[in-house]
C-alpha cells in the first residue's frame, strides 16, 4: 500500500505527547515515500527522535534504491523475510503522524481520503536499519502494515499498524526479543477510534505541500 502520511501538529504537542525533544522540525501535509519522516528510538533508557528516509535499505543492500521498493513490510511475515527479521528484534521504531491518505476505488476512479486517530497525534510500528558505502549514510525505515479494521475495510484492503500507549512501549523496548511479544502488538488498530474526510486529488502529487491537501471537500 502506498500511504502517504501528514504531521501538522505543533512540535510542542509531539515534544508532550511523545516525551521527545525535537531539535529541527517543521509541520508536513503530504509526507510520501523516499521522503524524511519524524521517527522516535529508544536506547533502552531515552527516547530520541530525529529523521528517517522512507524506504528501507537494508545494511546488506548492493545499491540503495532498493528503498524504493521497501516503503512497506507486512506484519504478518515480517518476521520470515531476510530484510526484517533482524530488525524486528533491534531496530524498531515509530513514526510519527497526525493523519495518512488513502484511495478509496470505485468503478470511475480513485479517491484519496485522510484518515485521522482521535484527531491526534498517532505512531505507527516501523524498522529501521543504517547502511553505508564509501560515499554516503543512509538511516531509513519501513512502516509495517496489517489487514484492514471494520472502518478501514470500506476503504483499502490494508492499513499502517497503529500503536497505542501499551503497544508504543512494547515496541520501543529494546530488551524484548521475544517473536511472540512484538508481533502480538502487530495488529489492527480499534475502529472505533478512527475517522477519514475526502480530500483534493491534489495529495496525489508529492510537491504539493500546504493545508489544502487536509481540508475535507464537504467543508
Request: hydrophobic share 35%; with cysteine.
Amino acid at each position: 500500500m502506498a500511504v502517504i502520511i501528514t504531521l501538522t501538529a505543533t512540535k510542542e504537542q509531539i515534544e508532550e505527547q511523545l516525551d521527545v525533544q525535537l531539535d529541527d522540525y517543521e509541520p508536513r501535509f503530504n509526507i510520501a515515500p523516499s521522503q524524511p519522516v519524524l521517527s522516535v528510538i529508544s536506547d533502552g533508557e531515552k527516547r530520541k527522535a530525529g529523521y528517517l528516509r522512507w524506504g528501507l535499505v537494508p545494511v546488506w543492500a548492493k545499491d540503495p534504491k532498493i528503498g524504493y521498493k521497501m516503503i512497506n513490510a507486512r506484519g504478518e511475515t515480517v518476521d520470515e523475510k531476510p530484510a526484517f527479521k533482524r530488525l524486528l528484534k533491534r531496530r524498531r521504531c515509530l513514526i510519527v503522524a497526525d493523519g495518512f491518505y488513502e484511495w478509496k476505488r470505485t468503478e470511475e476512479t480513485k479517491r484519496p481520503y485522510r484518515i485521522t486517530v482521535n484527531d491526534s497525534i498517532f505512531t505507527l510500528a516501523g524498522l529501521w536499519d543504517r547502511w553505508t558505502s564509501e560515499k554516503e549514510e543512509i538511516v531509513s525505515c519501513t512502516i509495517l502494515t496489517t489487514a484492514p479494521n471494520e472502518f478501514m475495510k470500506d476503504i483499502h484492503d490494508r492499513m499502517p499498524v497503529i500503536l497505542g500507549d501499551a503497544e508504543r512501549k512494547v515496541w520501543l523496548d529494546s530488551s524484548i526479543e521475544d517473536k511472540e511479544i512484538i508481533k502480538d502488538v502487530i495488529k489492527p488498530y480499534p475502529a472505533q477510534f478512527m475517522n477519514a474526510h475526502e480530500v483534493s486529488t491534489i495529495v496525489n502529487n508529492p510537491r504539493n505541500e500546504s493545508a489544502e491537501c487536509i481540508r475535507s471537500l464537504s467543508e
